[in-house]
């Protein structure tokens, strides 16, 4: 039985077992972005005072959008630790189309208050704020959101019924 020379056996590509280090270093990369956007999709997890804001900027123009394709008054109820879509009576709570619940709770330490009169702003006629059943609203409404120090506030014109956060 004869032996090959050196030279043949270096030559020869050996089999390559396992994967190189960059190939570690992309997956654990991909994984470390999908564990962070699954993070954010978690039921306990909370959105930034930001995002509640925008959040409640939204539902406030879906409130007026209700109005305005229904023709049916729709109000938004604010309390402590979230708010309410109700009927024109402003005591029965619709499902959120957005959330699928009839409540939606702020985030952990999340707080909100407002200056409507009642609590709530409803929205009558072609989407004219109300501060009341009966009264339009005569200065901005404001809703004011605040978390450790921090507040955000989402404003809500007369007349026009127009939202904007700062």
Same mark, same amino acid.
Request: aromatic share 4%; charged share 5%.
């Given at each position: 039985m004869s032996t090959p020379?050196?030279?043949?056996?270096?030559s020869r590509p050996r089999p390559q077992g396992g994967f190189t280090l960059v190939e570690l270093v992309i997956v654990i990369m991909l994984a470390g972005i999908l564990a962070v956007a699954a993070m954010d999709r978690l039921p306990g997890a909370g959105l930034s005072l930001g995002a509640q804001a925008d959040q409640v900027a939204s539902d406030v123009r879906l409130v007026q959008s209700l109005e305005l394709t229904r023709g049916v008054s729709y109000c938004l109820n604010v309390m402590p630790s979230g708010y309410q879509i109700t009927d024109q009576g402003c005591t029965t709570p619709i499902v959120?189309?957005? +959330?699928?619940?009839t409540t939606t709770d702020f985030g952990p330490g999340i707080t909100a208050?407002?200056?409507? /009169?009642?609590g709530y702003v409803a929205f009558r006629g072609p989407g004219v704020p109300y501060a009341?059943?009966? +009264?339009?609203?005569?200065a901005p409404g404001v809703i004011t959101l605040s978390a450790g120090g921090a507040s955000a /506030?989402?404003?809500?014109a007369p007349q026009t019924g127009y939202v904007s956060v700062q």
């Open positions: 020379a050196r030279s043949t056996i270096a959120n189309p957005a +959330t699928g619940a208050g407002t200056n409507f /009169t009642n009341s059943q009966t +009264t339009a609203l005569a /506030t989402v404003s809500i």
